[in-house]
T-cell receptor, first 115, second 113 residues
Framework: DTAVSQTPKYLVTQMGNDKSIKCEQN?????MYWYKQDSKKFLKIMFS???????INETVPNRFSPKSPDKAHLNLHINSLELGDSAVYFC??????????????FGEGSRLTVL | AQSVTQLGSHVSVSEGALVLLRCNYS??????LFWYVQYPNQGLQLLLK??????LVKGINGFEAEFKKSETSFHLTKPSAHMSDAAEYFC???????????FGAGTRLAVHP
């Protein structure tokens, strides 16, 4: 049973389109994250939510809108896709907001290709 | 500001040889440090973490890392590489508020027979 699951795993779309990526965790964790991994494997945090409340918004363009309907789900909607949005998007979760005792559990990633 | 630098984007070793992956950090508060591994087409998984207890930290799959404050380093080692160790390795430091991780650029480890 997958702890952090993301759908879809692969997404190919045209510039200007709108797309969503869904994430669910069954670990009972309070905190969820979106990370972006670029073509050079560099990982950068985008957002974090704790119990459905936005905690971190890391200067991400407004075209990216996260939504957390409950603490087990964190979805990412992207409007007006651009070529530079092509990347692998990772969802992650942690038991609590403070990471000094916990760890991040990552999903397998969603590879977005914008043509 | 918190940051990590991983020296060497690619490291290649022979099977059975010592693995040494280097990580230096910068932190304005006592750091919490992590090593994660990413196998091809998978998410990251935690190898080990330092959270101010013992300076020598043992992790999964025979890896360990030593926190050296004087050198601001947290290098990852394994005495004997296996083919299955081939992956991307990321060092990370927690931010000042300990509520997000800042990752290094990663080191790709190749293991050849």
């Amino acid at each position: 049973d997958t702890a952090v699951s993301q759908t879809p795993k692969y997404l190919v779309t045209q510039m200007g389109n709108d797309k969503s990526i869904k994430c669910e965790q069954n670990l009972g964790h309070d905190t969820m994250y979106w990370y972006k991994q670029d073509s050079k494997k560099f990982l950068k945090i985008m957002f974090s939510y704790n119990n459905k409340e936005l905690i971190i918004n890391e200067t991400v363009p407004n075209r990216f809108s996260p939504k957390s309907p409950d603490k087990a789900h964190l979805n990412l909607h992207i409007n007006s896709l651009e070529l530079g949005d092509s990347a692998v998007y990772f969802c992650a979760s942690s038991q609590e907001l403070n990471l000094n005792t916990g760890e991040l559990f990552f999903g397998e990633g969603s590879r977005l290709t914008v043509l | 500001a918190q940051s990590v630098t991983q020296l060497g984007s690619h490291v290649s070793v022979s099977e059975g040889a010592l693995v040494l992956l280097r990580c230096n950090y910068s932190s304005s508060v006592p750091p919490y440090l992590f090593w994660y591994v990413q196998y091809p087409n998978q998410g990251l998984q935690l190898l080990l973490k330092y959270t101010s207890a013992a300076t020598l930290v043992k992790g999964i799959n025979g890896f360990e890392a030593e926190f050296k404050k004087s050198e601001t380093s947290f290098h990852l080692t394994k005495p004997s590489a296996h083919m299955s160790d081939a992956a991307e390795y990321f060092c990370a430091v927690s931010d000042r508020g300990y509520n997000k991780l800042i990752f290094g650029a990663g080191t790709r480890l190749a293991v050849h027979p």
